[in-house]
């Protein structure tokens, strides 16, 4: 009788994943065109603009300072507890989770590893490319700033750009870039830009970042998202080694089943290369009678002063009465 081998759930999910793609013929993969290139470069001249005019502490860092002086926690205090919440929109844990769970179904549907590829793509480039800017200029936040005026830059800090900004970018506009169709494409681009919109000034209006960390910080998302074409012909290699892996690990499972037995091929005797192992003496005892230890005569060790006992007998013969 013929059975069919048991599958594992990881079976199962790569085996939906097998089937032939869902995704609409005329959604390709984005490529980089000219027109991406072109807004691409002037993307990336416009962030080194914001750093080059805070450097040289220019017009845009006496703005800064402005919007510190205005407090905008002061002065509309009562939406406080809207924008506590609202910017968590922007930060990497819940964010990640939300956007992956949904791109995760994505996959499912789609029968392609490419949704969650791409984000995880976006988010080292963003981890990379941030990270280096923050910790290379180090400028300080308005609650640390030390000197009215000045920008406050490579003095041990690390916010600029804003990272809940350039992530609300990337991890909303995301969507965008993987959406199926033209209208969800349009749509999804509208709530991105909005979301991040309000990510950015939530951070201005709880002082926790200078107007210009959230220009940069939207130009950095940005120019993550153009770029992400650049990678794409990667992301396709990955997941066809990703299933080739897969193939590999499940060919191994059925060439050696769970819980068949071993054969082990014993080593001829005669083999030169395996010592043979000494003869053990045998164990032969002293010639002579042999007693038991509980017919022997216990003995006063030599040199004792304890006199032999004269009642004192041997264990296992008779005593004699006492009177």
């Known amino acids: 009788m013929r059975t069919e081998p048991k599958l594992t759930r990881l079976d199962r999910v790569f085996a939906r994943l097998d089937r032939e793609p869902e995704r609409p013929a005329h959604i390709d993969v984005p490529k980089m065109s000219r027109h991406r290139i072109v807004l691409f470069a002037g993307t990336l001249a416009f962030y080194g603009a914001i750093v080059w005019a805070v450097v040289i502490t220019s017009w845009l860092v006496r703005l800064d300072w402005q ?7 002061q002065q509309w205090s009562e939406i406080h507890w809207f924008v506590d919440y609202y910017v968590v929109l922007g930060q990497r844990g819940p964010t990640a989770v939300m956007v992956a769970a949904w791109l995760g179904w994505r996959s499912w549907r789609q ?3 490419r949704p969650l590829l791409v984000f995880g793509v976006s988010l080292l480039l963003l981890n990379v490319t941030v990270g280096a800017a923050k910790y290379g200029m180090g400028r300080l936040g308005p609650h640390y700033a030390t000197v009215i005026g000045s920008n406050e830059m490579w003095r041990g800090g690390d ?3 804003s990272g809940h900004t350039a992530n609300a970018v990337v991890t909303w506009g995301i969507l965008a870039y993987l959406a199926s169709s033209a209208r969800a494409q349009r749509w999804l681009s509208a709530v991105s830009a909005v ?3 309000g990510v950015g000034m939530a951070t201005v209006y709880l002082g926790t970042h200078w107007l210009s960390d959230v220009l940069l910080g939207w130009t950095a998302g940005l120019l993550i998202l153009l770029g992400l074409p650049w ?8 997941e066809v080694a990703i299933f080739d892996l897969r193939d590999r690990l499940r060919d191994r499972r059925r060439r050696t089943p769970a819980g068949a037995p071993v054969l082990i091929t014993p080593l001829p005797a005669d083999r030169e ?3 043979a192992r000494a003869a ?8 002579g009678p042999h007693t038991s230890r509980s017919e022997r005569t216990p003995v006063t060790p030599a040199g004792t002063r304890r006199q032999p006992h004269p009642e004192r007998h041997p264990h296992g013969s008779a005593s004699s009465a006492r009177p």
């Open 231 to 238: 990678f794409e012909p990667l992301i396709a290699r990955a």
């Open 273 to 275: 290369d395996v010592p």
């Open 195 to 197: 979301t991040s919109l």
């Open 159 to 161: 916010i600029f750009p």
């Open 111 to 113: 029968h392609t590893l």
């Open 280 to 287: 053990r003496a045998p164990v032969c005892l002293a010639p």
């Open 67 to 73: 919007v510190m002086f205005f407090r905008p926690y």
